[in-house]
């Protein structure tokens, strides 16, 4: 039986987590830790007897290494990652506590990929970034990866305008996600080009040409996917996450984020202008403009039987119905919540950091699980990979 502390389990991304997580036997109990102790408290009440509650401030090591003590897996959600994961898997690995997150930054991913041997040694497993992007992404790159005997080049990518934050959160304040947004849409980016590691602006605009639909316009995106798929196959000359949409309100945006890199605005304040410029209705234009390409894919080009070749692996149309209506919280929570599940029945035992590409969580099984839950059919039978996913394929 394992005991789990949630970091962040009352958030927005948290909640989903823990309660799919309670639905696992094997799981004994779950703490929900948050630096908003009374809304800790209230969720913690509302789930019932396996469920306790701590006041928590991860930045005060004492605090964090004391809730740690007595615990099998922590799982993370406390956001913005660029602050807060790399001390809390520290810790981890200090407790001997297995790790999952659902990291969207690749500063942190980059800096936790390189704690891999301490976590050997620790005789943990941490599974960094399986959420909905990253971690459902990395496992469509995966499923890409598999269709090639070579591989060259690999893109994640989704539509910005898809996720839907989620109204029940225990943040008062600018939310982390549009931190992690202002982070990863100013500065420099990381991603890989012909082989070498390159710093890019964000935002920068690329054609993708998909199989069977057509060339789209994309913009570099800073996230770990970029860095995730070189480090697990070094084979890779090319690794890029890339979005689209958004582009009636792009001009405002990277004036925004200008301001940011003059310094004239803090990045705090811009998280706050850009979050209530989501919270205004979306216009049709927005949405018809690019409903050609994907809401969520990955995209790998290589050598198949000699030719070069390129393969985009999404979502069958009866599968993007299902997510359509999907926030946030529920499509990133659900995700890590069946990783930690699979750890406390025993199907994952490998050690080390990794992410959800590495290859010890099986696709075949995890994609229909996630989907399974998304859409409330827990009692029926799993649909099989090739029933939910669409293989395009251009020779």
Known sequence: MVKV?????????????????????????????????????????????????????????????????????????????????????????ENKSHYFDICDDWEPTEEMLKLDQKAVEAGITA?????????????????????????????????????????????????????????????????????????????????????????????IFGHPEAITFPHHYPAIKDSLNVCHGGESGLFLIRTILTLVNWGLVTKSRAAAWLQWLESRPQTEDSVVKDISLPPIYALAVGVKDGQRVSVGVSFSADTENILADLGMGMATGIPLAMGVRMLAEGKIDKKGVMAPEAGYIDPETFIPEVLRAFSGLRSQGLKSVNEVLEISVKF
């Open 5 to 93: 502390l949630a970091i962040g389990g009352s958030g927005g991304m948290g909640r989903f987590a823990v309660r799919e997580m309670l639905l696992c036997e094997s799981i004994e109990s779950v703490v929900v830790a948050d630096v908003n102790a009374q809304s800790a408290a209230s969720f913690a009440f509302d789930c019932g007897e396996r469920v306790s509650s701590l006041g928590l401030d991860v930045t005060d090591p004492v605090a964090l290494r004391n809730a740690l003590q007595g615990i099998d897996v922590v799982v993370n959600t406390s956001g913005p990652f660029f602050k807060f994961a790399v001390p809390i898997l520290e810790a981890c690995i």
């Open 127 to 219: 599974i960094i970034g399986l959420g909905a992007s990253p971690g459902i992404t990395n496992f469509l790159g995966l499923f890409a990866l598999k269709e090639l005997d070579d591989v060259e080049s690999i893109y994640t990518g989704w539509h910005i305008g898809g996720a839907k934050p989620e109204a029940e959160s225990s943040q008062t304040k600018v939310s982390a996600a549009m931190m992690h947004g202002v982070q990863q849409m100013t500065g420099s980016v990381k991603i890989f080009r012909k082989g070498q590691e390159e710093m890019v602006d964000p935002l920068k605009g690329l054609k993708l040409d998909y199989p069977g639909r057509g060339v789209f316009d994309v913009r």
